[in-house]
């Protein structure tokens, strides 16, 4: 079974930093591409972030480019998304998942966690 646990949102000041955590089970975590996705209250699921498996490519949406970092601990099953920089439209639930291999962009699995909120706000 797809466990996907998220964690290390909060509360932060505009300009402030957070860094998120995606504890992941049961699936080949080393050989699979992982990502960050977001959503904001009203407004659908979408993506943020990707890391490759292999040499550990990334890629951000345009509106985290140069503020977010997505990193990965193939030894802990863990991906982990540093966010600097925090503006107010950062605000959201975020939500990890594996990806397909054909669209980074994309989730692999259905099932999602519980997501960390994220709320950015003086």
């Known amino acids: 079974e797809v466990q996907l646990v998220e964690s290390g949102g909060g509360l932060v000041q505009p300009g402030g930093s957070l860094r998120l955590s995606c504890a992941a089970s049961g699936f080949s975590f080393s050989s699979s591409y992982m990502g960050w996705f977001r959503q904001a209250p009203g407004k659908e699921r979408a993506f943020v972030a990707a890391?490759?498996?292999?040499?550990?490519?990334?890629y951000y949406a345009d509106s985290v480019k140069g503020r977010f970092t997505i990193s990965r601990d193939n030894a802990k099953n863990t991906v982990y998304l540093q966010m600097n920089s925090l503006k107010p439209e950062d605000t959201a639930v975020y939500y990890c998942?594996?990806?397909?291999?054909?669209?980074?962009?994309?989730?692999?699995?259905?099932?999602w966690g519980q997501g960390t909120q994220v709320t950015v706000s003086s």
């Open positions: 890391i490759t498996w292999s040499d550990g490519s990334t």
């Open positions: 998942n594996a990806l397909r291999y054909s669209d980074y962009s994309k989730p692999l699995f259905n099932s």
